[in-house]
């Protein structure tokens, strides 16, 4: 089991200057790996293998010790291979027929990693003062804010900056859990951007609409970077400041569905969830943005592995017609997206919209087969089929 701990680097200003050195080397090496690719296409008409390139530029990083060379031997090697993914899923979505996108050229804002193997030019040091040694920087220091486990291997490193913020990544290599045995209540969800979350005993998760929220300060520092000259030092600045705004959204963000996905997996033993791919929403200009705002896609992310840690069982079934059936006895009640009450003109049933699709699909989740009156509901209908699937 792979998991990855993120914690924050406070580098002196000597070291932030190391850090960004080797980052532009890294993105400059990159640039030249792909410059070459597309050179030696055009004139020989064949590719370039990784193994070519990597006996390529180790040369070239020994004969340049004061640039390329400062670069650790291992993290060349990603920065090689990365492109060579890039290149290999060029060709597979080429050969699918689907929009390539051939591999571009980094710019300074495109270029924000560096990958390493830990214990090869990058180790982390426990201590009475953890550090972060990183090959040419030197010993970093690190917010340690949780313990790594003690069972943990780190596999994988990536070193990071995010708004003039550095980080360090560290993949973890971690024996499979013990599952526990749950017995605790089932849930269904209905995820939506009125209610973030409607589950299937009344629950209603509000909205906090983290982007909306800051939408003033965007715009006035969006304006302030809009007037600032191209390639100028306070349009540096300018841009810097929106990234933070950025930023600090996202990180109310994930905070908020880390919280919430760990109490809902230590909750209940079953968790059923619409199977939706969520790019109907982003695609709509009218939900665009309160879809982005939302993250529903990263809920979905972060309740599959906790769930998985905690032994709950998350399954997603079809959601057609989960709206619009009626949860008490299966008949269908057609009704618009602003009408978020559900009336059912057969048995007087009357709630939330959202909580009554959340009831439906946990009723589709845990019977599949389930019919209900016949006639009246919605498999009668042949509308859909009740189905639900893992994860």
């Given at each position: 089991?792979?998991?990855?701990?993120?914690?924050?680097?406070?580098?002196?200003?000597?070291?932030?200057?190391?850090?960004?050195?080797?980052?532009?080397?890294?993105?400059?090496?990159?640039?030249?790996?792909?410059?070459?690719?597309?050179?030696?296409?055009?004139?020989?008409?064949?590719?370039?293998?990784?193994?070519?390139?990597?006996?390529?530029?180790?040369?070239?990083?020994?004969?340049?010790?004061?640039?390329?060379?400062?670069?650790?031997?291992?993290?060349?090697?990603?920065?090689?291979?990365?492109?060579?993914?890039?290149?290999?899923?060029?060709?597979?979505?080429?050969?699918?027929?689907?929009?390539?996108?051939?591999?571009?050229?980094?710019?300074?804002?495109?270029?924000?990693?560096?990958?390493?193997?830990?214990?090869?030019?990058?180790?982390?040091?426990?201590?009475?003062?953890?550090?972060?040694?990183?090959?040419?920087?030197?010993?970093?220091?690190?917010?340690?804010?949780?313990?790594?486990?003690?069972?943990?291997?780190?596999?994988?490193?990536?070193?990071?900056?995010?708004?003039?913020?550095?980080?360090?990544?560290?993949?973890?290599?971690?024996?499979?859990?013990?599952?526990?045995?749950?017995?605790?209540?089932?849930?269904?969800?209905?995820?939506?951007?009125?209610?973030l979350l409607a589950l299937s005993d009344g629950t209603l998760v509000e909205n906090p609409r983290w982007l909306r929220q800051s939408l003033a300060q965007l715009r006035v520092a969006?304006?302030?970077?809009?007037?600032?000259?191209?390639?100028?030092?306070?349009?540096?600045?300018?841009?810097?400041?929106?990234?933070?705004?950025?930023?600090?959204?996202?990180?109310?963000?994930?905070?908020?569905?880390?919280?919430?996905?760990?109490?809902?997996?230590?909750?209940?033993?079953?968790?059923?969830?619409?199977?939706?791919?969520?790019?109907?929403?982003?695609?709509?200009?009218?939900?665009?943005?309160?879809?982005?705002?939302?993250?529903?896609?990263?809920?979905?992310?972060?309740?599959?592995?906790?769930?998985?840690?905690?032994?709950?069982?998350?399954?997603?079934?079809?959601?057609?017609?989960?709206?619009?059936?009626?949860?008490?006895?299966?008949?269908?009640?057609?009704?618009?997206?602003?009408?978020?009450?559900?009336?059912?003109?057969?048995?007087?049933?009357?709630?939330?919209?959202?909580?009554?699709?959340?009831?439906?699909?946990?009723?589709?989740?845990?019977?599949?087969?389930?019919?209900?009156?016949?006639?009246?509901?919605?498999?009668?209908?042949?509308?859909?089929?009740?189905?639900?699937?893992?994860?």
């Amino acid at each position: 089991m792979i998991r990855t701990y993120r914690y924050r680097l406070y580098p002196t200003n000597a070291q932030a200057r190391a850090l960004d050195f080797l980052l532009w080397q890294g993105r400059t090496l990159y640039n030249a790996a792909l410059e070459q690719r597309i050179t030696v296409y055009r004139e020989t008409g064949k590719g370039v293998s990784y193994p070519q390139q990597w006996a390529h530029f180790r040369d070239l990083r020994h004969a340049n010790p004061d640039t390329l060379g400062q670069l650790n031997a291992t993290s060349v090697q990603q920065m090689l291979r990365r492109l060579d993914k890039t290149f290999a899923a060029f060709f597979r979505r080429l050969k699918a027929g689907e929009k390539p996108g051939f591999p571009r050229f980094k710019g300074r804002d495109r270029f924000h990693s560096l990958e390493y193997r830990h214990g090869d030019g990058c180790k982390l040091r426990l201590g009475a003062r953890t550090m972060f040694y990183v090959q040419n920087a030197g010993e970093v220091k690190v917010k340690f804010h949780r313990p790594l486990p003690d069972d943990a291997t780190i596999k994988h490193v990536v070193i990071k900056r995010r708004a003039s913020k550095w980080h360090v990544c560290l993949m973890l290599d971690l024996p499979d859990p013990v599952i526990p045995e749950r017995t605790g209540p089932a849930v269904g969800i209905d995820m939506g951007l009125a209610h973030l979350l409607a589950l299937s005993d009344g629950t209603l998760v509000e909205n906090p609409r983290w982007l909306r929220q800051s939408l003033a300060q965007l715009r006035v520092a969006q304006r302030r970077l809009s007037r600032r000259q191209k390639g100028s030092a306070h349009r540096r600045k300018a841009a810097a400041q929106v990234a933070r705004l950025h930023e600090r959204v996202a990180n109310q963000r994930r905070d908020f569905w880390h919280k919430l996905t760990r109490q809902l997996a230590d909750t209940y033993s079953l968790i059923a969830l619409e199977n939706l791919t969520l790019a109907f929403m982003t695609a709509n200009r009218h939900l665009a943005l309160s879809a982005h705002d939302a993250g529903l896609a990263e809920f979905q992310q972060l309740l599959a592995y906790k769930a998985e840690e905690a032994g709950t069982l998350v399954v997603t079934v079809n959601p057609a017609y989960t709206s619009q059936a009626c949860s008490a006895c299966g008949v269908v009640v057609q009704k618009e997206l602003s009408v978020r009450v559900h009336v059912c003109p057969d048995c007087g049933l009357t709630l939330d919209r959202d909580v009554n699709a959340a009831r439906n699909i946990l009723m589709c989740a845990v019977n599949p087969a389930r019919t209900g009156p016949p006639g009246r509901n919605v498999a009668g209908c042949g509308a859909r089929a009740l189905e639900s699937s893992l994860l």
